[in-house]
């Protein structure tokens, strides 16, 4: 019933600020969450994983995740810290660019051209936001709009003025994947329970 | 969710102190503890509250003593290795009677015999409870504050670096907890001049015109008080214990662990239990003991060479067949909890060791070159 999520990628990318405006996003809509980070000691480089987990009751999973069913992942560096623990025929939402770099494990990959999606946006480090969109879209685990107000709730005020080329990244990314046709294709597992409540 | 926070762990139990009436903190940074003491640096003053920095883990565990005896909430923090130093101030807490909370974010689980059996002087012991998530340590870190101020002891609180940085929501809720009386034995300057000014000290000492009761009489006293929290203050958790040919203890995050595989084993049918001591002291002896009056295994598991064990083989005094399954493990940093918390190898050892064979040895997580 409840939603895992492995986020990976390079230290520097967004990869926790990912993996919280997701979280958020998610707590806002009333449900329970648990955001936890795995990282080194780099600002940036060096290998950057979070995991969220999101459920309509208070969350039973453990706070290091033994295996999820859905991931994203920005980077192919590190991956070897996320791909053994996904359950077969897992959701992977790729970053289009390093997409074919990914071992095939038989996985579900939606290759999403993030970068140029964030550039589009006017800022290619909004790239993991056009990822959140992307991936809201896909599961419909939270709506856009949620993402929209933890992504600016988060942002410090020496930062407020990114958060419309966030908003549009966010925007793009959800776009993307409509666009393929592929809203809502991998239902978030909660969203049938609630859904019949 | 309205009221709701997503918070980690250090700031979850910042907040949850403060609402709970601490005012004072003084700490030294060291992973995995400084995150609490950065949160308490920007949320103490807010309330009114002072927090320091401290120049050493000494002077910070004697800070937060002094801001206790004049009838603050106070508290001090570290990791264990911190706590090692504090251990003369905790002893004196526990002598002189001075309620005194000290948090350890700990690295490990290497810090069981020193929460329990203590490094200071005299017949004491230290409350010490250990949560398993963050849900739990909102609610223990009320408690901790107010078994503090009940019985005036020093308390500790043992989380690990699991817990200081998993985000969760919460609406930090405040348990309910019965009122305690006035501290009419706090130093706070309002007796002076009047004959009848108070004062604190370990042995039991008093002034010609009030007399104390003396060392041993004092002493006494203190052990007695002991006893009564042994018997009144114990908590702990099971689940499927009834009729468990097998159960696992553990403590902590690793009983967040444990409880997780036991229940995946219970669903393939296996009769096996899950026990787990909330308080380390006292230690919840009598309840384990029953827990597994007919099991034929009990299997501990700790991330340690074997520490909570002998209080396990204490309760139930031969009466059990008693398997570690646990060991050392940290990260590549040396800082964190290592790769044997982890849900599968968990359910690897607990299979292994139930049918005899030996357990798989880790390889080692890091290269220690660091010159």
């Known amino acids: ?197 | 969710m309205s009221g709701m926070r997503l918070l980690d762990g250090s700031e979850a139990i910042v907040e949850a102190a403060i609402m709970a009436g601490l005012r004072f903190y003084a700490g030294y940074p060291i992973a995995p503890a400084t995150e609490l003491l950065e949160y308490m640096a920007e949320k103490l003053p807010s309330v009114g509250g002072v927090c320091v920095n401290a120049d050493t883990e000494i002077e910070a565990v004697n800070m937060a003593l002094g801001a206790a005896q004049v009838g603050a909430r106070a508290a001090t923090g570290s990791c264990g290795q911190g706590l090692a130093l504090k251990q003369e101030a905790i002893a004196e807490a526990a002598l002189n009677e001075t309620p005194l909370v000290v948090f350890n974010m700990a690295r490990n689980q290497q810090d069981y015999f020193q929460a329990t059996r203590g490094g200071g002087w005299g017949d004491y012991h230290t409350v010490t409870y250990a949560p398993k998530d963050l849900h739990e340590a909102v609610e223990l870190t009320h408690v901790a504050f107010h078994v503090a101020d009940k019985y005036r002891v020093p308390v500790i609180f043992m989380g690990d670096n699991l817990l200081a940085r998993t985000q969760m929501g919460t609406s930090l809720p405040v348990p309910e907890l019965e009122k305690l009386p006035a501290k009419d034995w706090a130093l706070d300057g309002t007796m002076g001049g009047t004959g009848a000014s108070r004062w604190i000290w370990t042995f039991g000492g008093g002034k010609a015109n009030r007399p104390g009761v003396g060392p041993d009489g004092y002493w006494r006293q203190i052990a007695e008080k002991f006893q009564r929290i042994a018997r009144d203050e114990m908590r702990h958790e099971q689940c499927f214990c009834e009729d468990a040919e097998t159960v696992v203890v553990a403590f902590g995050s690793a009983g967040k662990f444990v409880e997780h595989v036991v229940r995946e084993l219970r669903k393939e049918g296996m009769k096996i239990g899950f026990f787990r001591p909330i308080t380390l002291w006292p230690f919840p002896a009598d309840a384990l003991d029953a827990a597994t009056r007919d099991a034929k295994n009990i299997l501990v598991f700790e991330l340690n060479a074997g520490q909570m064990i002998d209080d396990v083989r204490l309760s139930v005094e031969g009466r059990r067949r008693i398997a570690a399954i646990g060991g050392v493990s940290f990260d590549d940093s040396g800082l964190n909890l290592g790769p044997l918390l982890d849900a599968d190898i968990i359910r690897e050892r607990i299979l292994a060791q139930l049918s005899g064979q030996p357990l798989r040895q880790l390889p080692y997580t890091g290269m220690g070159a660091y010159l």
Request: neutral net charge; charged residues 20%; proline residues 6%.
């Open chain 1, 1 to 197: 019933m409840e939603l895992e999520l492995f986020v990976s990628g390079i230290g520097g990318q967004g990869v926790q600020l990912l993996g919280k405006t997701l979280a958020l996003a998610a707590l806002r809509e009333g449900r329970h969450v648990m955001l936890s980070g795995e990282f080194g000691g780099h600002m940036r480089g060096g290998s950057s994983v979070v995991t969220v987990v999101v459920g309509p009751e208070p969350i039973r999973a453990l706070p290091k995740l033994p295996s999820a069913g859905t991931a994203i992942a920005l980077s192919h560096s590190y991956w070897e810290k996320v791909g053994p623990r996904l359950r077969p025929g897992s959701l992977i939402l790729a970053e289009e660019t390093v997409a074919d770099d990914l071992p095939d494990d038989g996985h579900r990959i939606v290759r999403v051209p993030a970068i140029t999606l964030g550039t589009e946006a006017g800022n290619r480090l909004s790239s993991a936001m056009a990822m959140t969109g992307a991936f809201s879209e896909l599961t419909g685990a939270v709506g856009i709009q949620a993402l929209i107000d933890a992504m600016t709730e988060q942002l410090p005020s020496y930062r407020r003025q990114h958060a419309e080329t966030n908003a549009k990244a966010i925007r793009l990314g959800a776009a993307f994947v409509r666009g393929q046709g592929a809203a809502l294709s991998y239902p978030a597992p909660y969203l049938a329970r609630e859904a019949a409540e």
